[in-house]
């Protein structure tokens, strides 16, 4: 072979494995594996080895000459066949073709059918980026980020952090896996176990029709595969800083509320707001013992500070966690193979808060300092992984995980101050309400508790075998979730009210008092402290059957269960034996791998979020007592000193345990569920470029949330000729599907006895449930080849409906499945529109191109139209209707709200036209020196344009809800899009 026919095979050959690195397959349906899969002629032994951890195995092909390896570690192998060797790379969760058929023999071309980046195995939609691909391009250090690289996922409300939204979904609807395990925070959905960046080892973004062993998520799913050892020791020590200095400001928000000729007062204030990132890790691994017996781990450093300043107070922050990994594989032969990884990701952030001094405001500098803590999130995963190739054609995978998990755990416990009661001064000559003393902290964790703590225990058992045409797999899967909540009372114990003496005689409490008198109202308040369990298990079969050598079918069954606990260990949502059924087909249409037709149908269930059996099945007791007292106070925390005569009886409200969960939730209550359907088309365009075009559609038929009104049961209990019924012995808000009719057990005779009634829809007046996401995906990638490559997507989407999902952006609110949208008719009034998550048009482009041997610039562009502006008021309830007491305490979160006219009007979704467009252009440089190998020095500069548009409005038109006129910031601006920032990236390899 010449010369040059050797170097145009090694580059097609790199070319072809970064292609396969880089494509947007359908993926093979498994959570931490791939497969390398192709046709041969009939009886033919094939052989698979891992160039890098010698990992051997051998089978024979069938009667049509296919042949299927599948358990696969991702890595580079070596395949042989009738003396023809191919190498390829096999990617988490993705099919790799290979062709020895003798029609394609001799073709070697870049994307060609006998090394093709089109995965005909199997009905999965999804992309996988490799550590090699994560470290080119200018993108974020977390997996949202890279997963935003993927098309049909849009970023969410900034309320939430850097979660991405899926097909429509909320941010609160996704999955998220390590090495197998599920590591989604099942309270709030809304975080997952992290692992350090840099042992990422590949990260596969599914983003629609996951197979049947998939579950529990209706957006999409983020599947992370650590960095393994290999036979070859290597080692890598980096340092990662995001320095403050060379980063832009950020954009204030001048409010429209001063007057002319006052000072400015912000909305916003970002202008002096800092952050420095500073992050340095070694890592390394290799053969303990040589191709059985592997080692990888990793120890990362960081120093992360960052100053925050509001308009009279401000804060400092550092954290210093080491964090890190450690991953052991042993080859116990070639056909069994155990792994265990374990995982700290602590994030312990040292806080020290200060105050201004008085009348200074938005000075971009720290005040008195007022008290110091640190906040503790995170903990420790633990993963066990077995698979054993017990025959050719048969199977198992065992998995067992634990995950411990502590959320916002601050100490000292308590702090400083929290031993200082509330006060309050209320002027009864005004009825204007002055807080004086303390007010450090309002809520206080219940002492020695210990941190606020999630754990998540798990096991996995799944099985394939192999009959014929047929590949069945089939599992269990089960896990229990436990969240331990500290109970709460006010700090200091207790809520002082003084009320300023009138000069005549009075009545409090049913006593008569004295012109002049000094009243004091005494207020305690109490939560449990408690332990809430969500317990998830499914079983699942599915049967990839080739009808033609070309045509494959696919049928998958799911049987998923959910079951939600309160603190005494009693179920109050248990939903068994639901089935979700997913169907699909892929057609090789010219027999190569060149291109394929798909698609996919399916049914998805998500569960009810741990937060739910908190806030639905907790308690809180109230008790009222009202004191003379002599004018005297203390000083510091301006409480009385002393109590003088009690006035009347102690007042309670709320209740002292837990609420019947019959009483609690909907005894006919169906978890939330969408089916999905996509359909495509992708193949080669040239020997380079590869394309493809989809459609996808989702429906959400059967939503969940709380409903928390009272006059409907109190009609409902009149008509049916309960007069006795009381409605404050109702569950504060019962859960339920919005637009069903309600089951549930209510005390409708008022003595005492639950009963079980059903509340007709008709009394609620809530409208169904909806959301749809309908796109059209048209994606396209240009495979490595003198020294450029480039992959990019255009979606046309609509995501509408009256819900957003299982969080509100507008409220930010962490509480999935529990948002206002459904807590009254009034918050479903206006509401069928384009709802948060609505983009219309999403355009993305990446790529590098190499400059020479040591120099590469790359870039990442994103182009998106806006989102809907909406118009969000108060409930519309006048004072002495029976509803106003209760939502009275609601941020505005209707769309009833008023017009510059000071009128409240019913508006709708979206009425208020869209956030602009944005654009994003984000740049690197590598530097990859020949007189030092092993050297990479980096610049990624994010934002290079600082282009700061507008990403989100004031949405609040009234000023308040006792106040007639409209909000004065309603569409003023509210957020923009981050700042220009650097990062610079020090790697040494060796």
């Given at each position: 072979m010449t010369q040059q026919k050797l170097k145009c095979l090694r580059r097609s050959a790199l070319a072809a494995l970064i292609t396969a690195a880089l494509s947007q397959n359908m993926a093979y349906a498994d959570l931490s594996v791939g497969s390398i899969f192709g046709q041969t002629e009939k009886g033919v032994t094939i052989s698979v080895k891992n160039l890098q951890t010698g990992l051997k195995r051998e089978l024979t092909s069938d009667n049509s000459g296919r042949f299927n390896f599948s358990q696969l570690p991702s890595g580079r192998y070596q395949v042989v066949a009738n003396g023809v060797t191919r190498e390829v790379n096999v990617a988490?969760?993705?099919?790799?073709?290979?062709?020895?058929?003798?029609?394609?023999?001799?073709?070697?071309?870049?994307?060609?059918?006998?090394?093709?980046?089109?995965?005909?195995?199997?009905?999965?939609?999804?992309?996988?980026?490799?550590?090699?691909?994560?470290?080119?391009?200018?993108?974020?250090?977390?997996?949202?980020?890279?997963?935003?690289?993927?098309?049909?996922?849009?970023?969410?409300?900034?309320?939430?952090?850097?979660?991405?939204?899926?097909?429509?979904?909320?941010?609160?609807?996704?999955?998220?896996y390590i090495n197998g395990f599920d590591v989604t925070n099942a309270r709030t959905f809304l975080s997952y176990g992290r692992v350090p960046f840099d042992a990422i080892g590949e990260q596969e973004v599914k983003t629609?029709?996951?197979?049947?062993?998939?579950?529990?998520?209706?957006?999409?799913?983020?599947?992370?595969?650590?960095?393994?050892?290999?036979?070859?020791?290597?080692?890598?020590?980096?340092?990662?800083?995001?320095?403050?200095?060379?980063?832009a400001s950020g954009r204030d928000v001048v409010s429209r509320s001063g007057e002319a000729g006052e000072r400015s007062y912000y909305s916003a204030y970002r202008s002096a707001d800092e952050q420095d990132e500073l992050s340095y890790s070694l890592s390394g691994g290799g053969a303990i013992v040589q191709d059985k017996l592997f080692f990888y781990g990793l120890l990362e450093g960081k120093k992360d500070s960052f100053?925050?300043?509001?308009?009279?107070?401000?804060?400092a922050g550092e954290n210093t966690s080491p964090n890190g990994l450690a991953k052991f594989d042993w080859y116990i032969t070639d056909n069994h193979i155990l792994e265990v990884t374990g995982i700290r990701n602590v994030e312990e952030t040292d806080y020290v808060e200060y105050l201004n001094l008085d009348e200074e405001y938005f000075t971009g500098r720290h005040g008195n300092e007022r008290v110091r803590y640190t906040e503790r999130n995170g903990g420790e995963i633990l993963i066990g992984k077995y698979t054993g190739h017990l025959t050719e054609d048969f199977t198992v995978g065992v998995l067992v995980g634990r995950l411990t998990n502590d959320s916002d755990y601050i100490t000292p416990d308590p702090l400083a101050g929290d031993d200082c009661p509330l006060v309050d001064i209320y002027d009864q000559d005004t009825d204007?309400?002055?807080?004086?003393?303390?007010?450090?902290?309002?809520?206080?964790?219940?002492?020695?508790?210990?941190?606020?703590?999630?754990?998540?225990?798990?096991l996995r058992l799944d099985a394939e075998w192999r009959i014929g045409e047929h590949t069945l797999r089939f599992g269990y899967d089960d896990e229990t979730f436990t969240s331990r909540i500290a109970g709460a009372e006010y700090s200091g114990g207790v809520f002082y009210r003084r009320y300023t003496p009138v000069d005549f005689e009075d009545s409090w409490n049913g006593v008569d008092i004295p012109a002049n008198?000094?009243?004091?109202?005494?207020?305690?308040?109490?939560?449990?402290?408690?332990?809430?369990?969500?317990?998830?298990?499914?079983?699942?079969?599915?049967?990839?059957?080739?009808?033609?050598?070309?045509l494959m079918l696919y049928a998958g069954l799911r049987s998923e269960s959910f079951d939600n606990l309160n603190a005494d260990g009693v179920s109050f949502?248990?939903?068994?034996?639901?089935?979700?059924?997913?169907?699909?087909?892929?057609?090789?249409v010219d027999g190569d791998a060149s291109s394929k037709l798909y698609a996919n149908a399916g049914r998805y269930y998500i569960p009810i979020a741990a937060n739910t059996n908190i806030?639905?099945?907790?308690?809180q007791y109230v008790t009222t007592e009202y004191y003379l007292y002599d004018g005297v106070v203390d000083p510091t925390t301006q409480a009385p000193l002393q109590l003088g005569e009690k006035l009347g009886d102690t007042l309670t409200s709320g209740r002292n345990s837990s609420p019947d969960p019959a009483t609690v939730a909907s005894a006919n209550l169906e978890p939330m569920?969408?089916?999905?359907?996509?359909?495509?088309?992708?193949?080669?365009?040239?020997?380079?470029?590869?394309?493809?075009?989809?459609?996808?559609?989702?429906?959400?038929?059967?939503?969940?949330?709380?409903?928390?009104?009272?006059?409907?049961?109190?009609?409902?209990?009149?008509?049916?000729?309960?007069?006795?019924?009381?409605?404050?012995?109702?569950?504060?808000?019962?859960?339920?599907?919005?637009?069903?009719?309600?089951?549930?057990?209510?005390?409708?005779?008022?003595?005492?006895?639950?009963?079980?009634?059903?509340?007709?829809?008709?009394?609620?007046?809530?409208?169904?449930?909806?959301?749809?996401?309908?796109?059209?995906?048209?994606?396209?990638?240009?495979?490595?080849?003198?020294?450029?490559?480039?992959?990019?997507?255009?979606?046309?989407?609509?995501?509408?409906?009256?819900?957003?999902?299982?969080v509100n952006s507008w409220l930010e609110s962490e509480s999935p499945g529990l948002t206002n949208d459904f807590d009254h008719k009034v918050f479903v009034d206006g509401t069928d529109g384009y709802l948060s998550n609505d983009r219309r048009h999403t355009f993305k482009l990446f790529g590098g191109y190499e400059l020479n041997e040591e120099m590469e610039v790359s870039a990442n562009l994103l182009v998106q139209s806006g989102r809907p502006v909406s118009c969000f008021g108060y409930a519309p309830f006048d004072v002495d209707e029976d509803e106003y007491e209760v939502f009275e305490r609601y941020a505005a979160s209707s769309l009833y709200c008023r017009n510059v006219d000071g009128e409240q009007e019913l508006t709708q979704r979206g009425q208020f036209g869209r956030t602009p467009w944005t654009y994003t252009v984000d740049l690197g440089f590598s530097y990859r020196p020949q007189w030092m190998k092993g050297l990479l020095l980096q610049a990624n500069v994010f934002n290079v344009l600082n282009s700061q548009r507008v990403t989100e409005y004031d949405e609040k038109g009234d000023l308040s809800l006792e106040d007639e006129g409209q909000n004065p910031n309603f569409l003023n601006d509210q957020n923009y899009q981050s700042p220009r920032s650097v990062r610079l990236t020090a790697r040494y390899s060796f």
């Amino acid at each position: 072979m010449t010369q040059q026919k050797l170097k145009c095979l090694r580059r097609s050959a790199l070319a072809a494995l970064i292609t396969a690195a880089l494509s947007q397959n359908m993926a093979y349906a498994d959570l931490s594996v791939g497969s390398i899969f192709g046709q041969t002629e009939k009886g033919v032994t094939i052989s698979v080895k891992n160039l890098q951890t010698g990992l051997k195995r051998e089978l024979t092909s069938d009667n049509s000459g296919r042949f299927n390896f599948s358990q696969l570690p991702s890595g580079r192998y070596q395949v042989v066949a009738n003396g023809v060797t191919r190498e390829v790379n096999v990617a988490i969760g993705t099919g790799t073709p290979v062709n020895f058929s003798e029609e394609t023999t001799e073709r070697i071309a870049v994307v060609g059918s006998s090394i093709s980046p089109i995965d005909t195995s199997s009905v999965e939609s999804s992309t996988v980026f490799t550590a090699a691909q994560m470290e080119r391009l200018p993108v974020g250090r977390d997996i949202s980020d890279v997963a935003l690289l993927a098309p049909g996922t849009v970023r969410g409300d900034s309320g939430f952090g850097k979660l991405a939204s899926f097909g429509g979904s909320s941010v609160a609807e996704n999955g998220y896996y390590i090495n197998g395990f599920d590591v989604t925070n099942a309270r709030t959905f809304l975080s997952y176990g992290r692992v350090p960046f840099d042992a990422i080892g590949e990260q596969e973004v599914k983003t629609g029709g996951f197979g049947a062993e998939y579950g529990r998520a209706l957006g999409g799913v983020v599947n992370i595969v650590t960095k393994r050892g290999t036979n070859e020791w290597k080692f890598n020590g980096s340092t990662v800083w995001s320095p403050a200095d060379l980063a832009a400001s950020g954009r204030d928000v001048v409010s429209r509320s001063g007057e002319a000729g006052e000072r400015s007062y912000y909305s916003a204030y970002r202008s002096a707001d800092e952050q420095d990132e500073l992050s340095y890790s070694l890592s390394g691994g290799g053969a303990i013992v040589q191709d059985k017996l592997f080692f990888y781990g990793l120890l990362e450093g960081k120093k992360d500070s960052f100053d925050s300043y509001e308009s009279d107070r401000s804060t400092a922050g550092e954290n210093t966690s080491p964090n890190g990994l450690a991953k052991f594989d042993w080859y116990i032969t070639d056909n069994h193979i155990l792994e265990v990884t374990g995982i700290r990701n602590v994030e312990e952030t040292d806080y020290v808060e200060y105050l201004n001094l008085d009348e200074e405001y938005f000075t971009g500098r720290h005040g008195n300092e007022r008290v110091r803590y640190t906040e503790r999130n995170g903990g420790e995963i633990l993963i066990g992984k077995y698979t054993g190739h017990l025959t050719e054609d048969f199977t198992v995978g065992v998995l067992v995980g634990r995950l411990t998990n502590d959320s916002d755990y601050i100490t000292p416990d308590p702090l400083a101050g929290d031993d200082c009661p509330l006060v309050d001064i209320y002027d009864q000559d005004t009825d204007d309400v002055i807080d004086v003393g303390c007010w450090n902290n309002i809520d206080v964790r219940s002492l020695e508790f210990g941190p606020d703590n999630d754990e998540r225990k798990a096991l996995r058992l799944d099985a394939e075998w192999r009959i014929g045409e047929h590949t069945l797999r089939f599992g269990y899967d089960d896990e229990t979730f436990t969240s331990r909540i500290a109970g709460a009372e006010y700090s200091g114990g207790v809520f002082y009210r003084r009320y300023t003496p009138v000069d005549f005689e009075d009545s409090w409490n049913g006593v008569d008092i004295p012109a002049n008198a000094h009243v004091v109202r005494k207020r305690t308040r109490t939560s449990p402290s408690g332990r809430y369990e969500v317990k998830n298990s499914a079983v699942y079969l599915e049967d990839s059957f080739y009808v033609t050598d070309n045509l494959m079918l696919y049928a998958g069954l799911r049987s998923e269960s959910f079951d939600n606990l309160n603190a005494d260990g009693v179920s109050f949502v248990d939903a068994s034996d639901m089935i979700a059924p997913r169907l699909g087909f892929v057609w090789d249409v010219d027999g190569d791998a060149s291109s394929k037709l798909y698609a996919n149908a399916g049914r998805y269930y998500i569960p009810i979020a741990a937060n739910t059996n908190i806030r639905a099945s907790n308690w809180q007791y109230v008790t009222t007592e009202y004191y003379l007292y002599d004018g005297v106070v203390d000083p510091t925390t301006q409480a009385p000193l002393q109590l003088g005569e009690k006035l009347g009886d102690t007042l309670t409200s709320g209740r002292n345990s837990s609420p019947d969960p019959a009483t609690v939730a909907s005894a006919n209550l169906e978890p939330m569920l969408q089916d999905e359907l996509i359909l495509g088309y992708q193949r080669e365009l040239s020997d380079l470029w590869t394309g493809g075009v989809s459609f996808i559609y989702r429906e959400v038929k059967n939503g969940v949330d709380d409903y928390c009104g009272r006059q409907a049961f109190i009609d409902f209990a009149e008509d049916q000729g309960f007069e006795d019924f009381d409605a404050d012995t109702l569950a504060t808000c019962i859960i339920l599907n919005p637009g069903e009719d309600l089951e549930m057990d209510m005390d409708v005779a008022g003595d005492g006895v639950l009963q079980r009634v059903t509340v007709p829809n008709s009394y609620l007046q809530l409208a169904d449930y909806k959301r749809t996401y309908k796109a059209l995906e048209f994606n396209f990638e240009r495979a490595s080849d003198n020294g450029w490559y480039m992959q990019g997507s255009y979606v046309w989407a609509k995501s509408q409906g009256n819900s957003e999902g299982l969080v509100n952006s507008w409220l930010e609110s962490e509480s999935p499945g529990l948002t206002n949208d459904f807590d009254h008719k009034v918050f479903v009034d206006g509401t069928d529109g384009y709802l948060s998550n609505d983009r219309r048009h999403t355009f993305k482009l990446f790529g590098g191109y190499e400059l020479n041997e040591e120099m590469e610039v790359s870039a990442n562009l994103l182009v998106q139209s806006g989102r809907p502006v909406s118009c969000f008021g108060y409930a519309p309830f006048d004072v002495d209707e029976d509803e106003y007491e209760v939502f009275e305490r609601y941020a505005a979160s209707s769309l009833y709200c008023r017009n510059v006219d000071g009128e409240q009007e019913l508006t709708q979704r979206g009425q208020f036209g869209r956030t602009p467009w944005t654009y994003t252009v984000d740049l690197g440089f590598s530097y990859r020196p020949q007189w030092m190998k092993g050297l990479l020095l980096q610049a990624n500069v994010f934002n290079v344009l600082n282009s700061q548009r507008v990403t989100e409005y004031d949405e609040k038109g009234d000023l308040s809800l006792e106040d007639e006129g409209q909000n004065p910031n309603f569409l003023n601006d509210q957020n923009y899009q981050s700042p220009r920032s650097v990062r610079l990236t020090a790697r040494y390899s060796f």
